[in-house]
């Protein structure tokens, strides 16, 4: 949906218009179009749309009507939701669910009454045109050449009318169609159907409606059937009611069977997608002529967290689904990819399966290995492990393809990549280049992560080798923001430091508990990576910075059982709490 322009203050008597239409709409209704949701207590929960999260801090009140988001802060109700989601101001947002909600408005102004009205006639044009073109593609002799696509692409008349497919004429059908309906040629042209000249923009083409996650076509795509023509494809222009890059095609055909099965089949082509439907792979979708967007898998998130990948194997395609696979990734989603076997896209492989389509696309789905599985099979196809050359070259292409995925899941891909060709994972973890100085936290982060020490433990071992460093760290850090585990050690430590000094540990370590005497003797003989002050600070930001988010979600916790107790000033000041302390991470993890 299109955004519209910022308007006059609202009025009182607009007042009177938001409280009728808050009245009729229910937020849990409008944000689960965009969120999904699941019920926790008497509230709903999801990943916020408004910022970048994988675990769900974006909670929606019934009851309320209101939203609140704990990572980003925003929060609001009804309006102010549409607002941020549709990127369109206060009068905007009042258009839109004021159509939802059938309320008739009176005090747009001029701008926003001419826009809303185009997008709405737009829309109009565009349903009758995928009308007019499906009425000639079966019921006049100007659609043969569009039926004997169809047939040549064994496309039956039941699943090509499911997709509304039609069929464009040569010439100015569509406008004489217009002119005898007595409507605006103005508007086609609009709605990106016709050139400035009125010949159809799509004549002598098979016409596919774009059509959104609710039906509602809002552009086309449309193939030659001219052995002639360049370009076999073209698509409708953006227009007020079309943004590329929004739309997921075939959504509102597949969205059942994929909340059914679970994942989303995502394909390259409309067309794999139509003769995927056929026969029968109905959770079948297409990106529609764009690289796949961050909007696209929000989208698609809202149905489902697999997506099932089917590209071309030409590298173009292999380019596609690596991009796919981390984009899905870095939103939270799995990814698994299906390969063909003897056939060059899923349309091929279908028809030619034929009557057993069905069952064979099944086990190749049963076979489908992860995205990133895929991605590591093609980086290390012919590996011959005993050619250190191209074991190197191996282990670059596989860091370069672990690092694209999110920080959480690179340890456990490097283990499946050490596994399956032999190459040490540290080897796959490791910094690209060896950097003469790293920046601390560069150095810091890897070396923390491929040995799994935690921070605390760091911590404790590098005051244990420079008890000095509790000068810088002591104001910092209270004992309780340690994990239980490092806790007494680091009072111990503390306590000699503050008694004898820099030397005070040497002094007392043998009235140490055993295992305590142990690991700091350790620490003195294998002293961690970097040992300095700076490390030191970084190490008790890190350590304060992981207590707090630990605190958040326990204070997240918390709250929903205030709220099931219905504790009202309990709710308030854990709500108060969590977002301070959400404020102070966010600080802090940009200054980290
Ligand atoms: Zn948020």
């Known amino acids: 949906m299109g955004g519209l322009t910022i308007g006059p203050v609202p009025t009182l008597s607009s007042d009177d218009a938001f409280a009728e239409v808050k009245a009729k709409v229910d937020l849990v209704k409008v944000v689960q179009e965009h969120v999904r949701l699941t019920k926790r207590n008497k509230d709903f929960w999801g990943l916020c749309p408004f910022h970048q999260e994988d675990s769900p801090s974006f909670k929606v009140n019934p009851q309320m009507q209101s939203w609140y988001c704990f990572g980003c802060e925003r929060s609001g109700d009804v309006f102010t939701f549409v607002e941020l989601i549709e990127k369109t101001d206060k009068r905007g947002a009042l258009q839109l669910l004021a159509e939802r909600a059938g309320v008739e408005l009176k005090k747009l102004s001029p701008d926003q009454r001419e ?85 159809d923009f799509f004549a002598e083409r098979l016409v596919i409606p774009i059509r959104d996650e609710r039906g509602q076509a809002l552009a086309f795509t449309a193939r030659t059937v001219r052995a002639d023509e360049q370009r076999k494809y073209i698509n409708s222009p953006e227009t007020p009611s079309y943004i590329k890059g929004r739309v997921i095609f075939a959504l509102d055909l597949a969205r059942d069977e994929i909340t059914r099965r679970g994942h989303a089949v995502l394909m390259e082509g409309q067309f794999d997608v139509i003769t995927s439907h056929h026969f029968g792979v109905t959770n079948a979708v297409a990106s529609s002529g764009t ?68 069952t064979r696309w099944e086990d190749l789905v049963a076979r489908a290995a992860s995205g990133f599985e895929a991605g590591m099979a093609e980086d290390s196809a012919g590996l011959n492990p005993s050619n250190p050359n191209q074991v190197e070259l191996v282990a670059g292409r596989l860091r370069d393809w672990i ?51 935690s921070a605390g433990s760091y911590l404790v071992q590098l005051l244990a080798v420079r008890p000095v460093a509790f000068e810088r760290v002591r104001p910092m850090l209270t004992p309780q923001e ?100 959400g404020r102070a991470i966010q600080e802090m993890e940009r200054r980290g």
Do not use: C
């Not at 489902?304 to 796919?324: I, N």
């Not at 008694?499 to 350790?522: K, N, V």
């Open 115 to 199: 826009r809303a009205d185009l997008r709405k006639r737009v829309l109009d044009m565009l349903k009758l045109a995928a009308q007019y073109y499906e009425y000639v593609l079966w019921k006049t002799p100007a659609g043969e050449p569009g039926r004997r696509l169809l047939e040549s692409r064994r496309v039956g008349e039941e699943t090509a009318r499911r997709f509304q497919l039609g069929y464009a004429p040569a010439g100015r059908g569509f406008a004489e169609y217009l002119r005898a309906k007595q409507r605006s040629l103005a508007d086609a042209q609009e709605a990106g159907l016709m050139r400035r000249d009125g010949t």
């Open 291 to 358: 690289a796949m967007t961050d909007d696209q898998v929000r989208l698609l998130k809202r149905f489902t967290d697999e997506l099932l990948l089917v590209f071309d194997s030409d590298r173009a395609g292999r380019a596609a689904m690596r991009k796919a696979a981390t984009l899905a990734a870095a939103h939270g989603m799995r990814t698994r990819v299906v390969i063909l076997p003897d056939a060059k896209d899923p349309d091929e492989f279908l028809r030619a399966a034929g009557p057993d389509a069905a």
């Open 403 to 453: 690092r694209q995925f999110p920080e959480g899941l690179r340890d456990g891909y490097a283990e499946a990549a050490e596994r399956h060709t032999g190459i040490s994972r540290h080897l796959l973890l490791r910094d690209p280049e060896p950097a003469p100085i790293p920046r601390p936290t560069n150095g810091l982060a890897g070396r923390v992560a491929g040995k799994k020490l």
């Open 482 to 581: 340690l994990d239980q585990s490092d806790r007494a050690i680091f009072v111990r430590m503390l306590e000699s430091y503050e008694r004898g000094g820099p030397s005070g540990l040497e002094a007392e370590l043998a009235g140490y508990p055993p295992e305590e005497q142990d690991l700091i003797r350790r620490a003195w003989a294998a002293p961690p990576p970097n040992v300095d002050d700076e490390v030191a600070v970084e190490l008790a930001e890190r350590i304060r910075l992981d207590h707090m988010k630990g605190r958040h979600s326990g204070i997240i916790r918390e709250l929903s059982e205030a709220e099931r107790g219905r504790d009202l000033d309990v709710v308030a000041r854990l709500e108060a709490e969590a977002r301070e302390l």
